[in-house]
């Protein structure tokens, strides 16, 4: 409404009265619509807890009046909501969207071995046939044992829309079932569609070919620019009070291909013919007499500072401040329609000393059965922008060693910002496009990345990576020099920030759908996390445990996300160059499923500080089931067929991923030995993937909208009664795989019996 308007209504009265009996017929109207064709958004956001989002409603560091707190203040909320085993982020969120555990979708960890393989071969939990394939002849299930909550609606004949959720891709997934040593010789196991199409697609990003890199310069780097580059920069509206400099040579040059069969590289092979040659312009923007460059432009030398505008997906050149935001750069022509990004972190007014990074490149995955949404998404929300990367505040990609810690993190969190800003805008769109949708699923990644960051919560977790002595505090434990209490505090702030920032976006989502007059949203919106979060301080090699207990490691495969493990034997008969046998002999499969578990069993931290009760290091150990004839082929509720022989959860403060290379003994322990050492100092500090009970591992829910109930809070839930529970307010069945239940309580009224 104009501000003209908003005068006119003010100066009569009639106007205005009439205006408002209009609005509440409207209303009226919106809400009897609303009862007989109700529409759902469903929104995850990745690694939210649910304390710690109460914690930060009753502080003030989030807004109780919107986002997270809106939807509670207008509808349900849980104390806990329990996800899946293990609780990790693919397997909980294709368990959202199945209402199926992981046993009956067959997706048991975010990376994990397809048992019809070799024993070397791993599949992503995020591209892995849902509800299973078919092992012999290998091939697509005629029966999957789960399907995602979309293939019934879709066949009832609803709209479902579904912006970068994991599973909803457009990919056809294939395996290769080749022996060890055999060219692979892929076999479609699942085709896009059904199963992994809606009506409106948007894949999850992929890499670009680029990883992240650091470049430190001096004013050595940079000479005068010429009158052709002073000239562009006037004709594109930058203007700089100080002659321009510009590098004497390109910091970078990368390689793209035109097509879509490769990416970006440092090189030129395997198709990259596209070459971008990037230099780096300073421009002094303060009209002060004082020569202080403070921004620096990132172009392309051969074409130069085109003055634009410029059509999505393509950027033109990069401006950068100090401390950011970053800005995107589209390297054009390139097939797959491949972008990064650059961020300033240091500059010194004379250019004596600058750093700079250029973050991971990046792109939508151009499957052919929603190739027409992800263009739409290119063209109109733009390339896929670089996520954050945790190569960076760990230094693990090249280039950021003489960085200092401030700047590396300073990138992080302006990549938190800028994501989440593209997520949105994503999924804000999306929802624009198909006003008419009866579902929209949205995923969100953050906080799960800054709490695997930040989650720096604990006295054992060394606040410098390479330094075991920075645990505790100065003597305690003894030959402690204690934690950085700055550090500490700056990386609450981080993890802060996150939360704040995906709260903006479930705001922004429900600003796009609209609002009653109360707050309530004019949708039934579900907000859930996969998981939760919890700090570690140890490091765990699994194969060092293994083979430490005596188990012969070269006849297994090991799987893990996070504490949690899938131990797969290399069956005869099953493995694709199987090499244990199935009978009961000492050396098959029964013998060594049983040694591998009695280690994990008897597996305890020895280390008084950092296991102060003695506990067992697992606090699950489970293995497959027996009795059915077919050793190594048997399921239950815990099993399906892709989940290893063994399964194993580690309790909290233990973590598989995070060894160093090269690796960091703890305090009081080492040295260092790759092949033997067990508990070694990690290089981050959050973890999920323990016992799915744990209150740490909950996952968040709030629900509000015209078929929610208002102001209620329950105890527990289940992450697997979602689906459900939106099949009931769309008033469709449910597929007979659903394990989780219809949420009644929650519910204004119950339609279906």
Request: net charge negative.
């Amino acid at each position: 409404m104009t501000s003209a308007l908003r005068t006119s209504l003010r100066t009569l009265g009639f106007t205005l009265v009439f205006a408002a009996a209009a609005t509440s017929l409207a209303c009226a109207h919106h809400d009897e619509h609303h009862r007989k064709n109700p529409q759902v958004v469903v929104i995850s956001l990745d690694g939210a807890r649910p304390d710690l989002v109460e914690h930060y409603l009753k502080t003030g560091v989030l807004d109780r009046k919107t986002g997270l707190g809106r939807l509670k203040a207008r509808g349900v909320a849980a104390d806990q909501n329990i996800t899946v085993t293990p609780s990790v982020t693919a397997v909980a969120h294709i368990a959202i969207a199945t209402g199926s555990t992981a046993a009956h979708n067959d997706i048991p960890l975010n990376t994990f071995h397809p048992v019809a393989a070799s024993i070397g071969t791993s599949i992503s939990g995020f591209a892995a046939p849902i509800g299973g394939y078919q092992l012999n002849p290998l091939g697509p299930s005629p029966a999957p044992t789960a399907e995602p909550l979309w293939v019934q609606l879709r066949r009832a004949g609803k709209k479902v829309v579904t912006a970068t959720w994991p599973g909803s891709d457009g990919a056809d997934i294939s395996i290769s079932n080749a022996p060890p040593g055999a060219p692979p010789v892929s076999t479609l196991v699942q085709a896009a569609t059904p199963i992994r199409t809606t009506d409106y697609t948007v894949p999850f990003g992929a890499f670009g070919g680029l990883g992240a890199q650091g470049f430190a310069l001096t004013s050595a780097s940079f000479a005068a620019a010429d009158a052709t580059l002073t000239s562009q920069l006037v004709a594109a509206g930058h203007v700089s009070h100080s002659p321009v400099r510009v590098t004497a040579a390109p910091v970078e040059t990368v390689f793209c291909a035109p097509a879509t069969t490769a990416t970006c590289g440092t090189t030129n092979a395997s198709g990259r013919t596209l070459r971008y040659d990037i230099k780096v312009a300073a421009l002094d923007t303060t009209d002060d007499h004082v020569v202080n460059y403070d921004t620096l432009v990132f172009f392309e030398a051969t074409a130069g500072v085109q003055p634009g505008p410029f059509a999505l997906p393509s950027s033109g050149p990069a401006y950068v401040k100090l401390g950011g935001p970053s800005a995107k750069f589209f390297f054009e022509g390139s097939g797959n329609k491949i972008g990064a990004a650059y961020f300033v972190s240091f500059l010194v007014p004379d250019l004596s000393t600058v750093r700079i990074a250029r973050y991971g490149a990046n792109f939508i995955p151009r499957n052919a059965p929603v190739l027409a949404v992800v263009d739409d998404i290119n063209d109109n929300v733009g390339f896929w922008a670089p996520q954050p990367d945790f190569r960076i505040p760990e230094r693990l990609s090249p280039g950021f060693t003489p960085f200092p810690d401030l700047e590396l993190e300073a990138m992080y969190h302006d990549q938190v910002q800028t994501w989440i800003a593209y997520q949105t805008a994503v999924a804000v769109h999306a929802i624009q496009e198909n006003p008419d949708a009866d579902l929209v699923m949205i995923y969100i990644e953050q906080p799960d990345g800054s709490g695997h960051q930040f989650t720096l919560t604990d006295r054992r977790q060394p606040t410098n990576p390479t330094d075991n002595t920075s645990i505790g505090t100065s003597g305690n434990p003894p030959g402690a020099t204690g934690q950085d209490a700055a550090k500490v505090k700056r990386y609450a702030g981080y993890l802060e920030f996150a939360y704040q920032q995906a709260n903006g976006a479930v705001e922004a989502i429900l600003n796009a759908i609209g609002s009653h007059h109360g707050g309530e949203p004019r949708r039934d919106v579900f907000v859930v996390s996969d998981h939760g979060m919890a700090p570690f301080h140890t490091a765990v090699s699994l194969r060092n445990l293994l083979a430490n207990a005596g188990v012969n490691v070269n006849l297994l495969g090991i799987r893990t996300t996070g504490p949690a493990a899938n131990i797969y034997v290399n069956l005869q008969g099953r493995e694709a160059g199987g090499t244990v046998p199935a009978d009961s002999s000492p050396t098959g499969y029964a013998a060594l499923v049983a040694q591998v578990a009695a280690a994990l069993r008897a597996a305890k931290d020895p280390h008084g500080f950092y296991n102060p009760q003695g506990a067992p290091l697992f606090s699950d150990v489970l293995t497959r089931p027996e009795g059915c004839g077919f050793p190594g082929f048997c399921v239950n509720e815990n099993f399906g067929q892709d989940t290893g022989d063994v399964v194993a959860l580690m309790i909290e403060g233990y973590n598989f991923d995070g060894v160093q290379s090269p690796g960091f003994a703890r305090l009081d322990e080492g040295p260092f030995n790759t092949t033997t050492t067990v508990y070694s100092v990690p290089n981050f500090y959050g973890a999920h993937g323990h016992n799915s009970n744990l209150q740490s591992m909950s996952a968040i829910f709030y629900a509000a909208g015209p078929s929610l109930k208002q102001g209620r809070t329950v105890d527990v839930l289940h992450n697997i009664d979602v689906a459900p529970t939106v099949m009931e307010i769309l008033d469709v069945a449910p597929a007979p795989t659903v394990d989780g239940e219809v949420i009644t309580k929650i519910l204004q009224k119950h339609k279906r019996d």
